[in-house]
């Protein structure tokens, strides 16, 4: 069998599933949950997977820009980090919250990617191992910190899927099912780059998110007491890869840290590099109180979930949050690395080459009525498709294009309001050309895809 390392292309023939695939996908839906997503949209079962590629057990191989949902920094097994892993496999594992030598190393890899102003007046929390509990985390400090209880989220927001991650999300469908959750949030409208849904102008629509939430924060007739903190993403990733508005963000810090609320950055997707810098607010000029990341932290998959927050924030107890996996010594090793390989890879510029590309590859798309808009930051992408005319709703169009491209070899996620909006989320360091094969494959099947229907109508 051919080596994935050496892949430039994907190869895929015969239906989708295989003979091999479908076996193990029987076995799934006779064995687990009701719950699990994935492989309703990707039916295979994989066999292996190197870089930006994975192969299922009948042959086929795909380009993958899913990347565990954001998780592989270096794609798929990037043979440094699973080197140091390995290494760290043999000298400690798992270490509660006990120091270590590859935990100090990690400390301080973090802290040094903080902008020069942050660096000195952070402390980190280990977390468990996923995005959502740091999420948790970061709103027990603001409760426990300002003695507040009351939360203030976005609408389109994600947070994760745990309760307290649910209750500060804005889909309705996830937590409708879910009775009793976290009281005390409050959503306000977010102001991204792309069109509002109330119909605004984006100039008024910017504005008047902003001027909203000053004037409910601060009028005592507002009904809403002094929140404990504000939560936002910088883009909103299951959102549907919406980008904040610079003035937008600048005036929520202002009003927070004027109120002496604090402002809460949910970077677990887009940390770590994703949209070009390590942090997205450093691109918006801001300093938030509270950075939550997790996701790529280990650059290769591995589990690890921190919360970055100022010195004067740290009023926790012993015990205050605490998890049996919070000390990952493998992740540590890996996410050591990680940041070296950025650095001596310059992989930041990498994500920002390569966002140029997805912006000059689908220009086209532009002159497609039925893609509403093309819009993103570094190496995180959504293209928003509009309702088709003939009948079937924008859901079933955005889940065809993701099916026509996985027959020809390309993995996207979908996401926003009805799923409309294809995603990418490819590795950091993809290649020019891998990059130009999986945007072929995508344009095609957006085109055709849209023109059958229009077709159609």
Same mark, same amino acid.
């Given at each position: ?5 050496? !892949?430039?292309?994907?190869?895929? !023939? ?15 839906? #006779?064995?687990?949950? +009701? ?30 820009? %899913?990347?565990?949902? $954001? ?8 043979? *440094? #980090?699973? @080197? ?5 496999? &043999? /000298? ?79 889909? %309705? ?43 409910? #924060? ?23 890869? +919406? ?5 937008? /963000?600048?005036?929520?810090? @202002?009003?927070? @840290?004027?109120? $002496? ?6 970077? /677990? ?38 919360? =970055?927050?100022?010195?004067? =924030? ?13 000390? +990952? ?19 930041? &510029?990498?994500?920002?080459? @390569? ?22 930051? &570094? ?17 079933? =169009?955005?889940? *065809? ?8 070899? =390309? ?27 999986? %945007? ?7 085109? !055709? ?9």
């Amino acid at each position: 069998m051919t080596s994935l390392a050496s !892949t430039t292309r994907p190869h895929v !023939t015969g239906a989708l599933p295989g003979p091999r695939s479908a076996e193990l996908l029987a076995q799934q839906e #006779l064995r687990e949950s +009701n719950a699990r997503v994935y492989p309703r949209h990707f039916p295979f079962a994989v066999a292996d997977a190197a870089g930006s590629f994975i192969r299922d057990l009948d042959g086929n191989v795909f380009i993958d820009f %899913l990347a565990g949902a $954001g998780v592989l920094s270096f794609g798929h097994n990037h043979p *440094e #980090l699973v @080197r140091v892993a390995a290494e760290q496999m &043999g /000298v400690f594992t798992h270490g509660l919250d006990m120091p270590s030598p590859v935990k100090d190393a990690f400390t301080e890899a973090q802290l040094s990617m903080l902008p020069v102003g942050m660096r000195d007046r952070m402390k980190i929390q280990f977390c468990g191992p996923t995005g959502a509990n740091a999420v948790d985390a970061a709103i027990k400090l603001a409760k426990t910190a300002t003695g507040r209880g009351d939360i203030v989220a976005f609408q389109g927001g994600f947070h994760g899927s745990s309760h307290v991650g649910m209750a500060l999300t804005g889909n %309705l469908a996830q937590k409708g099912p879910i009775a009793n959750g976290m009281p005390g949030v409050h959503f306000f409208p977010f102001a991204s780059g792309g069109s509002c849904p109330a119909g605004a102008d984006p100039v008024s629509w910017d504005a008047n998110c902003a001027a909203f939430l000053e004037y409910a #924060l601060t009028d005592p007739n507002g009904g809403i007491p002094l929140p404990a903190a504000v939560i936002m993403e910088m883009v909103q990733g299951e959102g549907g890869v +919406n980008p904040a508005t610079r003035e937008f /963000v600048q005036r929520v810090r @202002r009003l927070t @840290r004027e109120l $002496g609320v604090v402002l809460i950055v949910d970077e /677990v997707q887009t940390g770590c590099g994703r949209t070009g810098s390590w942090f997205a607010f450093e691109q918006y000029d801001i300093e938030p109180d509270v950075v939550v990341a997790s996701k790529a932290l280990s650059g290769m998959g591995l589990p690890v979930a921190i919360i =970055l927050y100022g010195r004067e =924030l740290d009023v926790w107890k012993p015990g205050a949050h605490s998890g049996t996996f919070r000390g +990952n010594q493998l992740a540590f090793a890996a996410g050591v690395k990680a940041v070296e390989m950025f650095r001596r890879d310059d992989i930041l &510029g990498n994500v920002r080459a @390569r966002g140029e590309q997805v912006v000059s590859r689908l220009a086209r798309l532009g002159d497609n009525p039925d893609v509403v808009e093309v819009r993103g930051r &570094g190496l995180m992408w959504g293209i928003e498709l509009a309702p088709p005319t003939d009948g079937r709703s924008v859901t079933e =169009l955005a889940e *065809e294009v993701q099916a026509r491209a996985l027959r020809h070899g =390309l993995i996207v996620e979908l996401g926003g309001r009805d799923d409309r909006v294809v995603r990418m989320l490819p590795p950091l360091n993809v290649t020019e050309e891998v990059l130009d094969i999986a %945007l072929d494959i995508l344009i095609e099947a957006i085109e !055709t895809c849209t023109a059958t229907h229009a077709q159609a109508a």
